[in-house]
């Protein structure tokens, strides 16, 4: 394909105002709820079709199959899709360098209206799309709408961002001379998705790393194959050109190892744990036969995130922080606050405070619309069990701690919350990605501070308190990638909230802020003597 010929299949269409945050559903308007519904019905008569690989363009089918089931009800298959290995890793890198010829070419103009016009296709069945999030991961229509609406805001503003980047000039032009700033495309990407915002992180890092001139080979998560898959049709219906992104399911161990690994592979961006990032930095790390780049990761890897609420705070405002932020999603979020630091002449009120507002959470299918939906899979269920029983054994259970059958089967779990844990016990250090909460004490703000700096993640933090001192403080010494002051600390938002994190939590990459296109660039210095 010819840059002429893609240049007249995508209708080009302009920017026309700044970027502005997708606004939220309120579900309360019974037109919003009927919409939600019916979005619901269409889907549920969707479920179980089988998606093919998409490689250059070529639809293919395996023998190995990935069956993406709903947590809420196990025997409910979403959708079947096809088990990338990695006989199938040289195909669609070749697939992607092939088109990385063309679409790096074309106008950046051209790509962004490509993307908006994605993000308008989404914009026009939002419901739709929550509904598909509701069945396959379990979140309820709030958090549907959220993952959906952040997906919309990363298309709008990276597409945004990509016109600046792309206007950008060097700090002074020098006497004699003309001179350029140009930021240019890497080449190949492999983009390696989580399940928790299996379509905002999925479409943000895809995004990025095409609007910028990039192609992408898209490993989504096994858990959460379907609602990736639902994008790409988006892209094809928007125009996109085969082989610029190619859509490979399959396991991490064979072919997303296999991906990292290949010579031509010039930069990973991954979501997820801890574990797997610093497997997937090292092995990015090591040059193959024939690699003459040094690869680029992209990470970003969870946390152990806190809220410190001191003696001064607005205590109906932090006990409503801290139960939204450990328990949207049943805390199966990197920026989940699984710890509450609260200063000791509060600390009892607290607790009786948080434990009565816990109580008020319901737990069931989220379809139905409950506060708390499913966790993601038996192996996730049977993790956060093995927390709880440490959890008995350092501190006291004060709410929850039980799992509970439904006749369907779900893997459901009850908000939980621990008093009395030690800053350096199991349960304060290691991320459960459950709601699974620990209470921990301290007599002072900067004892409080120093418990929240102790682990070896720096994602996100909070702190409740009145003092423009401590405020201050804090600013300086609170050592996460996005900190927030009397709110809670999940719920980042597009051009606002820059999200990435110090430390363990990977590579603060700052997601949705004005830095994060140049990761998928390098920048070349043109000098032209007049």
Same mark, same amino acid.
Request: aromatic residues 8%; charged residues 20%.
């Given at each position: 394909?010819?840059?002429?010929?893609?240049?007249?299949?995508?209708?080009?269409?302009?920017?026309?105002?700044?970027?502005?945050?997708?606004?939220?559903?309120?579900?309360?308007?019974?037109?919003?709820?009927?919409?939600?519904?019916?979005?619901?019905?269409?889907?549920?008569?969707?479920?179980?079709?089988?998606?093919?690989?998409?490689?250059?363009?070529?639809?293919?089918?395996?023998?190995?199959?990935?069956?993406?089931?709903?947590?809420?009800?196990?025997?409910?298959?979403?959708?079947?899709?096809?088990?990338?290995?990695?006989?199938?890793?040289?195909?669609?890198?070749?697939?992607?360098?092939?088109?990385?010829?063309?679409?790096?070419?074309?106008?950046?103009?051209?790509?962004?209206?490509?993307?908006?016009?994605?993000?308008?296709?989404?914009?026009?069945?939002?419901?739709?799309?929550?509904?598909?999030?509701?069945?396959?991961?379990?979140?309820?229509?709030?958090?549907?709408?959220?993952?959906?609406?952040?997906?919309?805001?990363?298309?709008?503003?990276?597409?945004?961002?990509?016109?600046?980047?792309?206007?950008?000039?060097?700090?002074?032009?020098?006497?004699?001379?003309?001179?350029?700033?140009?930021?240019?495309?890497?080449?190949?990407?492999?983009?390696?998705?989580?399940?928790?915002?299996?379509?905002?992180?999925?479409?943000?890092?895809?995004?990025?790393?095409?609007?910028?001139?990039?192609?992408?080979?898209?490993?989504?998560?096994? /858990? +959460?194959?379907?609602? @990736? !898959?639902?994008?790409?049709? *988006?892209?094809?219906?928007? =125009?996109?050109? &085969?082989?610029?992104?190619?859509?490979?399911?399959?396991?991490?161990?064979?072919?997303?190892?296999?991906?990292?690994?290949?010579?031509?592979?010039?930069?990973?961006?991954?979501?997820?744990?801890?574990?797997?990032?610093?497997?997937?930095?090292?092995?990015?790390?090591?040059?193959?036969?024939?690699?003459?780049?040094?690869?680029?990761?992209?990470?970003?890897?969870?946390?152990?995130?806190?809220?410190?609420?001191?003696? /001064? +705070?607005?205590?109906? @405002? !932090?006990?409503?922080?801290? *139960?939204?932020?450990?328990? =949207?999603?049943? &805390?199966?979020?990197?920026?989940?606050?699984?710890?509450?630091?609260?200063?000791?002449?509060?600390?009892?009120?607290?607790?009786?405070?948080?434990?009565?507002?816990?109580?008020?959470?319901?737990?069931?299918?989220?379809?139905?619309?409950?506060?708390?939906?499913?966790?993601?899979?038996?192996?996730?269920?049977?993790?956060?069990?093995?927390?709880?029983?440490?959890?008995?054994?350092?501190?006291?259970?004060?709410?929850?701690?039980?799992?509970?059958?439904?006749?369907?089967?779900?893997?459901?779990?009850?908000?939980?919350?621990?008093? &009395?844990?030690?800053?350096?016990?199991?349960?304060?250090?290691?991320?459960?990605?459950?709601?699974?909460?620990?209470?921990?004490?301290?007599?002072?703000?900067?004892?409080?501070?120093?418990?929240?700096?102790?682990?070896?993640?720096?994602?996100?933090?909070?702190?409740?308190?009145?003092?423009?001192?401590?405020?201050?403080?804090?600013?300086?010494?609170?050592?996460?990638?996005?900190?927030?002051?009397?709110?809670?600390?999940?719920?980042?938002?597009?051009?606002?909230?820059?999200?990435?994190?110090?430390?363990?939590?990977?590579?603060?990459?700052?997601?949705?802020?004005?830095?994060?296109?140049?990761?998928?660039?390098?920048?070349?210095?043109?000098?032209?003597?007049?």
């Amino acid at each position: 394909m010819t840059t002429a010929s893609l240049t007249t299949q995508i209708q080009p269409r302009s920017p026309q105002r700044g970027f502005v945050n997708e606004p939220f559903i309120d579900f309360k308007a019974p037109e919003n709820a009927r919409k939600m519904q019916a979005a619901l019905d269409l889907v549920a008569s969707q479920l179980g079709r089988e998606y093919d690989l998409i490689i250059g363009g070529r639809r293919l089918k395996t023998e190995g199959k990935i069956r993406s089931l709903n947590p809420a009800r196990p025997a409910q298959v979403v959708g079947v899709h096809q088990k990338a290995g990695a006989e199938h890793a040289q195909e669609a890198v070749q697939a992607a360098l092939h088109a990385f010829e063309f679409w790096s070419r074309i106008s950046v103009e051209t790509r962004v209206s490509l993307l908006l016009n994605a993000a308008e296709i989404i914009r026009q069945r939002k419901f739709e799309f929550c509904a598909w999030l509701t069945y396959e991961v379990g979140k309820n229509w709030a958090e549907a709408d959220a993952d959906v609406g952040e997906t919309i805001d990363f298309l709008e503003f990276y597409s945004r961002d990509a016109l600046r980047l792309a206007a950008a000039q060097t700090p002074i032009q020098y006497p004699g001379e003309r001179n350029e700033l140009l930021y240019i495309p890497l080449g190949v990407g492999a983009v390696i998705s989580p399940w928790n915002f299996p379509f905002a992180i999925m479409v943000g890092m895809t995004a990025a790393s095409i609007v910028t001139g990039n192609t992408v080979v898209l490993k989504p998560s096994s /858990d +959460a194959p379907t609602i @990736a !898959a639902k994008f790409v049709e *988006v892209l094809e219906e928007a =125009g996109l050109p &085969g082989g610029v992104v190619n859509f490979c399911p399959g396991s991490g161990s064979a072919f997303g190892n296999a991906i990292v690994e290949h010579p031509k592979t010039r930069f990973i961006a991954f979501t997820g744990s801890k574990a797997v990032g610093l497997e997937i930095h090292e092995r990015a790390a090591k040059a193959r036969p024939g690699q003459i780049w040094i690869k680029r990761t992209i990470l970003e890897m969870g946390g152990k995130d806190s809220i410190l609420v001191c003696a /001064d +705070a607005d205590l109906d @405002a !932090a006990v409503e922080g801290v *139960v939204a932020s450990a328990f =949207g999603f049943s &805390g199966q979020k990197c920026s989940a606050c699984s710890r509450a630091i609260v200063e000791a002449p509060i600390y009892e009120v607290f607790t009786e405070r948080l434990r009565e507002r816990v109580a008020q959470l319901t737990v069931g299918d989220p379809a139905a619309n409950h506060n708390m939906g499913p966790v993601v899979n038996q192996n996730a269920l049977k993790s956060m069990l093995s927390y709880i029983e440490t959890g008995k054994k350092e501190g006291r259970l004060i709410a929850g701690g039980h799992a509970f059958d439904t006749p369907e089967g779900g893997y459901f779990l009850e908000p939980t919350v621990f008093a &009395g844990i030690a800053p350096i016990a199991l349960l304060a250090q290691e991320e459960i990605f459950g709601p699974v909460l620990a209470l921990i004490k301290v007599e002072n703000f900067e004892e409080g501070l120093a418990v929240a700096n102790n682990t070896e993640y720096g994602l996100t933090g909070a702190l409740y308190t009145s003092d423009r001192e401590r405020l201050n403080h804090a600013r300086r010494e609170y050592h996460v990638g996005n900190l927030y002051f009397n709110r809670k600390c999940t719920g980042a938002m597009v051009g606002a909230h820059p999200f990435g994190g110090f430390n363990m939590s990977g590579t603060d990459s700052k997601a949705g802020g004005p830095d994060y296109l140049t990761l998928f660039t390098q920048a070349k210095s043109v000098a032209e003597k007049l």
